[in-house]
């Protein structure tokens, strides 16, 4: 029970980074920053979150244009 308690600590410390800047992000859009300097800084965060999702073995699966595979692709919608 105390390791189900725990252990997404070290992606939640992972994540809490990105988190930050993403909160940097959307103070620097409120206070009129340029678009292309907003596109950067978030563009920035989306590979900083990548990158924490590699870090923790979650990669993408590929499903665009792939035929539906039921042992690695879940039907959510049809």
Same mark, same amino acid.
């Given at each position: ?6 252990? #997404?600590?070290?992606? =939640?410390?992972?994540?809490?980074? !990105? ?5 940097? /992000? %959307?103070? /620097?859009?409120? #206070?009129?920053?340029?678009?292309? #300097?907003?596109?950067? &800084?978030? &563009?920035? %965060? ?9 870090? *923790?073995? /979650? ?11 039921? *042992? =690695? *692709?879940? !039907?959510? #919608?049809?």
């Amino acid at each position: 029970e105390e390791q189900r308690t725990y252990q #997404s600590l070290p992606l =939640v410390r992972d994540l809490l980074p !990105a988190l930050d800047n993403l909160r940097r /992000a %959307v103070e /620097a859009a409120q #206070s009129g920053s340029s678009v292309e #300097s907003l596109k950067e &800084g978030v &563009g920035m %965060v989306l590979k900083q979150v990548d990158d924490v999702f590699v870090k *923790h073995g /979650a990669t993408p699966i590929p499903a665009k244009g792939v035929a539906f595979d039921p *042992h =690695v *692709h879940e !039907a959510i #919608s049809q």
